[in-house]
């Protein structure tokens, strides 16, 4: 008998009472330290969507903190379901693909806010941020509060990237996180502005910087380990323009190819230790590598191409079960695996470039590789590639910078009609 699937069309449920002492209590033990600012909160009463920000587990118990005494749904990745999807649906989860257009999920969202009456939160840049700044988001949220007529209020978090990064997240460092909750829509606005006029006010108050928030309050990571896995990240060396020959231990990273180096201090800044500085701002050698790879798009030179491990995401019980091994290809047509499976089928998959505007990476999962999450409205697949070093933060990247290229040139093209 074939393993019984993942029921996506099932009703979201209310959050159950009998979790409700997990709930609080593992916001005194993760959270009660931490703090949390209300801005514009004077009457706010559920239902309302909470658009936050992302970049670790604290993040969810400081949705309980500025929530307290109420309770909301959450829009939860659907791997974060393995082994526990009774907790997962107890807590009012509602399990999401990544980066599919899934109806189904706006239903469950809108059951919540407006049949249940029921706050939701959703975390809009819909994976974890990987060098403490915002990342692209939903572009549909603004239609969303208009539709569900209720107010929307951003969770910026400032110190939970620098507290666990994702491409170190233990130990955890000692850092104090400070939320600011603020209500950016109220519900008489919602009635009268556009959605479009909506989504513009949520991206103008979705942004934030980790590092500079960091400098500018003078916090102290005292950590030995604070830019260990940092070349996860900074991918390609800024000295000599070499990709892929970074590597990182402890409070430094360096270039094996030039032997540039680089020492991060207590303040999050990078200082150059042979040479002159080029970046002391981790956010801006990133930044730099996105220019860099958006000029291979749009000058047609960009092509990534390796064997990788294949899995998939079964269900809930099962986990992830092996495929085989399959040559992944990302490129102007997308994303592209083809290669014959363990079970001897032949396989082919394909996401084109406008289905997918970001990619959702995860650095060594569950200790098993680098992986890629590639889905589609049915399956979920995590994608390992086997030979290349270090390419995920590129593939990120790239695939964000394809989707925009794509859809000026097909702006273009309509004009020119």
């Not at 899934?102 to 806010?113: E, G, K, Q």
């Amino acid at each position: 008998m074939a393993p019984k699937p993942f029921d996506t069309k099932r009703k979201v449920q209310k959050p159950w009472p009998v979790l409700m002492p997990i709930e609080w209590g593992g916001t005194i033990l993760w959270a009660a330290k931490h703090r949390v600012e209300k801005i514009n909160c004077e009457g706010l009463k559920p239902p309302y969507l909470i658009l936050c920000n992302h970049a670790s587990f604290v993040d969810f118990p400081m949705v309980v903190k500025a929530i307290f005494p109420q309770r909301c749904t959450w829009v939860i990745s659907i791997e974060e379901f393995i082994g526990k999807e009774w907790l997962m649906r107890g807590i009012g989860g509602i399990y999401k693909r990544k980066f599919t257009a899934d109806m189904a999920v706006v239903r469950h969202i809108l059951t919540s806010l407006t049949r249940y009456k029921m706050n939701c939160a959703i975390y809009p840049e819909a994976r974890f941020s990987l060098c403490g700044i915002n990342e692209q988001i939903d572009n549909a949220l603004g239609k969303l509060a208009k539709t569900a007529k209720v107010p929307v209020v951003t969770f910026i978090q400032h110190g939970n990237f620098l507290q666990s990064p994702q491409w170190n997240k233990h130990p955890y460092r000692k850092v104090k996180i400070t939320g600011e909750f603020k209500q950016i829509v109220t519900r008489e606005e919602v009635e009268k502005l556009s959605a479009d006029e909506i989504q513009a006010r949520i991206e103008k108050e979705f942004h934030y910087d980790d590092y500079a928030w960091q400098l500018e309050n003078k916090i102290k990571i005292t950590g030995y380990k604070r830019a260990h896995n940092l070349h996860k990240v900074l991918y390609q060396c800024p000295v000599c323009g070499t990709e892929y020959e970074t590597d990182s231990a402890d409070t430094k990273i360096w270039c094996n190819h030039c032997h540039a180096e680089w020492e991060m201090n207590e303040y999050g800044q990078l200082l150059r230790q042979n040479g002159e500085d080029v970046f002391t701002h981790v956010p801006d050698w990133y930044n730099w590598q996105r220019e860099n790879v958006r000029k291979e798009v749009r000058e047609g030179r960009y092509r990534f191409e390796d064997t990788a491990r294949l899995e998939r995401l079964v269900n809930c019980v099962k986990g992830f079960k092996p495929l085989g091994e399959v040559t992944l290809t990302h490129d102007e047509n997308g994303f592209t695996m083809k290669g014959k499976l363990d079970d001897g089928s032949e396989y082919t998959f394909n996401r084109t470039v406008p289905s997918m505007r970001s990619l959702h990476i995860e650095y060594n999962f569950k200790k098993r590789g680098d992986a890629i999450d590639l889905a589609t409205l049915s399956d979920t697949f995590f994608v390992f590639p086997l030979n290349a070093k270090n390419v995920l933060t590129k593939l990120h990247f790239a695939t964000e910078e394809l989707h925009i290229w794509q859809e000026e040139q097909k702006k273009l093209e309509k004009e020119k009609r």
